[in-house]
């Protein structure tokens, strides 16, 4: 199997239109070179927050609720993505809010339009204190005709007994979508 990942740029939209294009483009591209499995990294739908504007992506609660705002319609788009390029979609991780809390969530689309996501279980402080993210659900394993998937969002990766779990549930792959900048 060919896996894309990506060393993926943030970029800042002013339309949906450019979100869409640059979503699809990145689609097209790995598809294209025969990818089955594209991982984007964590928190790459972060630039969701440029088109709540300049004031809202620049707060730290501001941005986190403008890209919950404007998740389920990149949902929308990655699940319509995978069905039209007969491609598993990792999307980026999101903070999305239930209730009162805010969980870091990756949500995963198969081409025959199965949907499913994985929250990140151990959050770093940074997550914690200053972002207010909590560990959400518990681990899944998306069976597919890939194999079966397991994820672990970024810091997740360094707790050898969630990996573990997930081996022994019958992982096959285990995706890693990060966002570390050292």
């Known amino acids: 199997m060919k896996i ?7 970029s800042w939209f002013e339309t949906w239109d450019q979100y869409v294009e640059k979503q699809r483009k990145w689609v097209a591209d790995a598809a294209g070179q025969g990818a089955e499995l594209l991982v984007f990294p964590e928190y ?18 501001g941005s986190i609720n403008a890209v ?14 995978s ?5 598993h979609i990792l999307s980026g991780s999101a903070p999305v809010i239930e209730g009162d809390i805010t969980f870091n969530r990756a949500a995963f689309f198969a081409p025959n339009g199965a949907e ?5 279980q151990i959050m770093t402080r940074f997550e ?3 972002w207010g993210i909590s560990g959400g659900s518990p681990l899944k394993i998306f069976d597919t005709s890939l194999g079966k998937i397991g ?32």
């Open 4 to 10: 894309a990942t990506a060393a993926y740029p943030l």
């Open 68 to 81: 919950n705002d404007r998740i389920e319609a990149s949902n929308t788009l990655f699940s319509g993505l």
């Open 44 to 61: 790459a739908a972060m630039e969701l927050a440029s088109l709540a504007g300049v004031e809202a992506a620049g707060d730290i609660q």
């Open 151 to 182: 994820v672990l969002i970024c810091y997740d990766s360094e707790f050898p007994l969630l990996a573990r779990t997930l081996a022994e549930s019958g992982a096959e792959i285990i995706l890693v979508p990060s966002c570390t900048e050292a």
């Open 116 to 120: 499913n996501h994985q929250d990140k």
């Open 128 to 130: 914690r204190e200053d």
């Open 83 to 87: 069905s039209e390029f007969g491609v």
